[in-house]
């Protein structure tokens, strides 16, 4: 297993601003990913973060909007830029050896007014 | 779409009773996980059978599944009130159902 954790655990963000959420996993994991799961809904992947390559993005996101780095195999940073109401989210990771086996961190709920 | 879909979408059942909860799946996996997701928090993973399980125990958690009908069912056994939460299953495209809110009354 893995333990994850997600720094900051909730913010309140002005429209236009940008907020960088960070990611530590306690083990090199090979895999880690990004979701969003907005109010009633369920967990959307936002993308796979590649460790040493770009960031893999699901359709309907883009790396302008939600840029991804990960510089190792243990930590792992996701933006949310130029922000509009319509990203207030909880905004989470995971890591796992593979596709398929992932433990999550606790989150980060995003407010944006 | 590779979408697990869970079943029922909400439960209600008295504290102390079985609560049973179904998922389908479209495409072939080599695992399934089951997770747990309490109101406005993170998932926490519950438990992982593979493909070539048919069932698997955790605690007071038992997991089925059937490779053939593409379906996998979450039971948890003499329920708390703790166990009030959401509940996902995820196969192999980390793409996750509504869930089943499962309220336990006490």
């Known amino acids: 297993s893995a333990v994850i954790s997600q720094k900051p655990s909730r913010d309140i963000c002005q429209r236009g601003t940008s907020l960088t959420i960070q990611c530590q996993v306690d083990?090199?994991?090979?895999?880690m990913f990004w979701y969003r799961q907005q109010p009633g809904q369920s967990l959307t992947l936002i993308a796979t973060?590649?460790?040493?390559?770009?960031?893999?993005?699901e359709s309907g996101f883009v790396i302008d909007k939600f840029p991804i780095s990960r510089p190792n195999l243990t930590f792992s940073t996701l933006t949310v830029s130029n922000m509009s109401p319509e990203d207030s989210s909880i905004y989470l990771c995971s890591g796992g050896p593979r596709r398929g086996e992932q433990f999550f961190g606790p989150g980060t709920r995003l407010t944006v007014l | 779409s590779q979408q697990g879909e869970e079943d029922p979408q909400a439960l209600s059942i008295q504290e102390g009773e079985n609560a049973t909860m179904n998922c389908s799946y479209k495409t072939s996996i080599n695992n399934l996980q089951w997770y747990r997701q309490n109101s406005g928090r993170g998932l926490v993973h519950l438990i992982l059978i593979r493909s070539n399980e048919r069932e698997k125990h955790s605690g007071r958690l038992r997991v089925t599944l059937d490779t053939s009908k593409k379906s996998s069912s979450l039971l948890i056994t003499a329920s708390r009130a703790a166990d009030t939460a959401s509940y996902f299953c995820?196969?192999?495209?980390?793409?996750f159902g509504q869930g089943t809110r499962l309220t336990i009354n006490p």
């Open positions: 973060a590649n460790q040493g390559s770009e960031a893999t993005y």
């Open positions: 083990s090199q994991v090979t895999m």
């Open positions: 995820e196969g192999q495209k980390l793409v």
